[in-house]
Structures are given as structure tokens and as C-alpha cells.
């Protein structure tokens, strides 16, 4: 095959043959581009793949879950120290209970005799009282119990144990240990002044 120039000069110059020359080697170049632009094509396609990277999602779910884990960790071991705190609260109370003696003995032991003396004085008084009450009539059963019913001792005593056929012995000891609520308080307020007219009549007696 000859090339361009050899055959558009054998042509003599004949403007129809060139014409036709340069159309055939125009045709030539959108064929070489259009390979080209193919090339291009297959080698962006062969391109070696990376490795895809995380999106913004998947990070945010990562760190929720984190937080979540380190959370309820959190809250388990919150837990365990409130839970050992309270058992060594408990225990405190406890021993102090136990080391801490009944009301009425603890009383006995700051006072000694002389709360003794004057707390059993009370409480005979008060239960012989009851009883001449009882005995002679001036207060029946029956009133005794409205009045137990009234002030709301009945809750530490049942009222039908106050039934007057059990005898006004029993009657009366029930009725003075009701009493031992307002008894024990005014022993105490009054106790000093026990102590001191006992003081008053022992110097009087020495001199």
C-alpha cells in the first residue's frame, strides 16, 4: 500500500483525488482516539481495588456500643459498692443494738436504787389503785375498756382479755402495764426531786 504523499503527488495535483486522499486520512483519527479513549477505559477498570474504609455510621454504632458496654459495667459496679455499703451499714447497726442495753435496765444503771425504789413505788400504787377502784365500783369493766379503746391502747393489748369475769385482779395488772407508757416518763421527771428531799431528810436525821 502507498503511502498519502506518493499517491496525491502520482495524482498530478487532481483536486478530486486529494479530496478524497484527505478524507480517508481524517477518518483515520477519531478511530485512533476513540481506541485511545477505550484504552483508557479497560486501564481504569483494571485499576487495583483498595480497601474500603468505614463510614461515619459505622464509627458512631462502634462508639454507642462502647459506651453501652462501659456503661452497664459502670452501673454493675456502682451496684456492688452500694450494696457492700449498705451490708456494712447494717452491721454497725447491729452491733450498736447489742451493745446498747434495754431502756428500762439502761435507766437502772445510770440511777442506780434510787430509780429502782421509786419506779416499783409507782407501779404498786398505781395497781392498788386500779384495784379498790375496781373492787368497790367506782369503775367498772366495761368503762375501763371504753376508756382503753379511747386513748388507743388497744393496740397493745387486746380489749376482750379485759373481760370482767377474768377477775379484777387480772383486770388491774393488764390495766397497769397500759400505764407503764405514762408511768416510766414521770418517774423520770420526778426521780430528782426524790433524790433530793431523801438527801434533805437523811442530813436532817444525821444532824
Not at 6 to 28: D, E, I, V
Not at 68 to 90: G, H, R
Amino acid at each position: 500500500m502507498l503511502p498519502i504523499r506518493t499517491l496525491f503527488r502520482q495524482s498530478g495535483g487532481s483536486p478530486l483525488l486529494a479530496q478524497c486522499l484527505t478524507r480517508r486520512s481524517s477518518s483515520k483519527f477519531p478511530l485512533k482516539a476513540s481506541s485511545r479513549f477505550q484504552n483508557v477505559f479497560l486501564k481504569s477498570l483494571q485499576a487495583p481495588s483498595f480497601a474500603s474504609v468505614p463510614s461515619r455510621d459505622d464509627n458512631t454504632r462502634q462508639q454507642l456500643h462502647g459506651n453501652t458496654s462501659k456503661s452497664k459495667n459502670q452501673q454493675i459496679q456502682e451496684l456492688i459498692e452500694t450494696n457492700m455499703a449498705l451490708k456494712k451499714e447494717v452491721e454497725t447497726l447491729k452491733a450498736e443494738v447489742a451493745k446498747k442495753p434495754n431502756k428500762f435496765i439502761g435507766t437502772l444503771q445510770q440511777y442506780g436504787l434510787p430509780f429502782l425504789a421509786w419506779w416499783t413505788s409507782l407501779y404498786v400504787a398505781s395497781g392498788v389503785t386500779i384495784y379498790v377502784a375496781l373492787d368497790t365500783g367506782l369503775v367498772s369493766g366495761a368503762s375501763i375498756i371504753d376508756f382503753i379503746m379511747q386513748i388507743g391502747l388497744d393496740k397493745l393489748i387486746d380489749p376482750a382479755r379485759l373481760d370482767p369475769k377474768y377477775g379484777n385482779i387480772a383486770i388491774a395488772v393488764i390495766v397497769n402495764e397500759c400505764l407503764e407508757i405514762i408511768r416510766f416518763p414521770i418517774t423520770l421527771a420526778t426521780l430528782p426531786f426524790i433524790k433530793r428531799v431523801f438527801s434533805r431528810k437523811k442530813t436532817t436525821e444525821a444532824t
